[in-house]
């Protein structure tokens, strides 16, 4: 079982910053991907940055230039750091990891429970 352990949000005012984390564990074979989604009240899930186990990442058009996505391989970690922060920032962020379990299995999508983010307007 993976679990994924969230933390970092809160409750900041525009134009702040707040600096998310998030850590497998588990008994996981290899990550592929891990990123970041999020969910505001009323909308759909939507991602908001990821990378890949090369580095590569993807960011939301929203956060270009604002968000900043990366990862600790030897500590299987990654972090969004969130600057500029805006009301419509205000979510719940989830942590997701692709991994796979062992040599044979093909990664699976794997969710944290949530953080909560919030920017006053």
């Known amino acids: 079982q993976v679990q994924l352990a969230e933390s970092g949000g809160g409750l900041v005012q525009a134009g702040g910053s707040l600096r998310l984390s998030c850590a497998p564990s588990?008994?996981?074979?290899?990550?592929?991907?891990m990123g970041w989604y999020r969910q505001a009240p009323g909308k759909q899930r939507e991602l908001v940055a990821a990378?890949?186990?090369?580095?590569?990442?993807n960011y939301a058009d929203s956060v270009k230039g604002r968000f900043t996505i990366s990862r600790d391989n030897a500590k299987n970690t990654v972090y969004l750091q969130m600057n500029s922060l805006k009301p419509e920032d205000t979510a719940i962020y989830y942590c997701?990891?692709?991994?796979?379990?062992?040599?044979?299995?093909?990664?699976?999508?794997?969710w944290g429970q949530g953080t909560q983010v919030t920017v006053p307007s």
């Open positions: 997701n990891v692709k991994a796979s379990l062992s040599i044979i299995s093909r990664a699976y999508d794997y």
């Open positions: 588990g008994s996981i074979f290899r990550i592929n991907a």
């Open positions: 990378i890949t186990s090369g580095g590569s990442t």
